[in-house]
């Protein structure tokens, strides 16, 4: 989520995101989209009334019912009977093919930040490189297939600021205080996105350009056209903009994707083939790690910068953009699709994302990370490991129940009551 610069002290998603997921076909299918990591859901419509919540619809179906007398008779008429209430439709049960997807992709954002000090030792960097070539881009592709109908509901509305800005906020707040505890200058710009806060900036400018995508004939190969050309301007960082043209063909490919396309990744005959797309995509990691460039990873870089010329450029990204789908596509084929240990812990991706940071900092700072013996492979699966436990530990519950006031804001006062009419 960040380069080797903005890694330093000095400079991701229910979520957000969803109720189900495309593990198995059936009623449940298509899944409902939401932010990425929001466990939250809209009240459950019934009786087929658009925008009527099951609580106002039920209070309706149980009014008293005037009872109407018969014309010509003299006894009292029995009373009405009562219309029977329609079932409210039961919630729909999470499927555990995203939520295992976001946790194994969010445990690779410490564990990439963790690896920025021993760089130097060509087992960091190719791992470094490996893990930069697909897991954001894998993010991006998922929030984008959560943001399919975004724009559908007025809750979903509201958490681009419940979500995104307010978080954002925040957290750039927080890591401005924590930097000057450990001893660094202050330095706060909101508009310029300090180290991992970028995503959430993008990802909101993402979703707010996600009808213009949704009307288009071809948006896949727009978005592929605009991110080529990107790379021949230095575009600015300021308010994730470098990001937002960089990735931008990975979410407007997971808006168009549908649960049948992550159907054909569950043959084996796929599987097989992913196994060796991700050992080979390995190798060549593991080849280049010694002399490779690590800018091009981060997917914001002008060809200018790199020193390219403008075809040499174009080639390069294009050959990201293709290794970095099929490694994405690879993952997608092997994640399980039933429910494992680490399921639920996907539902909270939100708190390893944005709380990571911490621990990471101040282990820099005090030279935990940068501890000679860390420099090779034993060291590599030492990070690995206590990344992958961190993010363990930031994905529980009981973090969630902490945080949830400063990271998941209920702000209810903020926002108009939609209409009944």
Request: some cysteine; aromatic content about 12%.
């Amino acid at each position: 989520m960040s380069d080797t610069r903005s890694s330093s002290p000095v400079t991701p998603p229910r979520s957000a995101e969803d109720v189900g997921g495309p593990a198995q076909t059936g009623a449940r299918w298509p899944l409902p989209e939401e932010a990425f990591w929001s466990e939250a859901n809209d009240p459950p419509l019934i009786g087929g009334a658009p925008g009527r919540r099951a609580d106002e619809a039920a209070a309706e179906l149980t009014a008293p019912q005037r009872a109407i007398p018969a014309v010509g008779r003299l006894e009292h008429p029995e009373p009405a009977p009562e219309p029977e209430q329609e079932p409210q439709q039961p919630r729909r049960k999470r499927d555990p093919f995203l939520d295992n997807v976001k946790f194994l992709l969010i445990a690779l954002v410490p564990m990439g930040h963790s690896l920025v000090p021993t760089l130097a030792a060509d087992s960091s960097r190719a791992l470094y490189i490996f893990i930069y070539t697909f897991h954001m881009p894998l993010f991006v592709i998922i929030s984008g297939y959560l943001s399919r109908n975004f724009w559908n509901s007025n809750a979903k509305t509201n958490k681009l600021v419940d979500t995104f800005l307010v978080p954002y906020v925040i957290v750039e707040v927080g890591y401005a205080v924590l930097r000057t505890a450990l001893g660094q200058k202050w330095s706060l710009t909101i508009i310029d996105p300090a180290w991992l806060n970028w995503y959430l900036l993008a990802l909101l400018f993402w979703r707010l350009s996600t009808p213009v995508w949704k009307r288009m004939k071809y948006p896949v190969p727009v978005s592929i056209a605009i991110y080529l050309f990107a790379g021949l301007s230095s575009i600015s960082g300021d308010f994730s903009m470098d990001r937002f043209f960089g990735l931008m063909p990975f979410f407007v490919i997971g808006l168009v994707l549908q649960p049948e396309h992550f159907e054909l990744l569950n043959r084996r005959w796929i599987k097989i083939l992913a196994v060796f797309t991700l050992l080979a995509a390995a190798g060549v990691a593991i080849y280049i790690a010694p002399h490779a460039k690590l800018s091009p990873f981060y997917y914001k870089a002008s060809y200018h910068s790199l020193d390219l010329s403008w075809y040499m450029g174009i080639g390069l990204r294009t050959g990201l953009l293709i290794c970095g789908l099929a490694m994405c596509f690879a993952v997608l084929a092997l994640v399980p699709r039933r429910e494992t240990w680490f399921t639920d812990l996907g539902t909270r991706t939100l708190y390893c994302y944005l709380l990571h940071g911490i621990p990471v900092l101040i282990a820099k700072d005090q030279g935990w990370l940068s501890l000679p013996w860390l420099y090779g492979p034993l060291g590599v699966l030492a990070i690995c490991s206590t990344c992958f436990a961190l993010a363990i530990v930031l994905c529980l519950p009981v973090t969630r129940t902490v945080f949830k006031w400063v990271l998941e804001p209920r702000l209810t006062w903020l926002y108009r009551r939609p209409s009944r009419n």
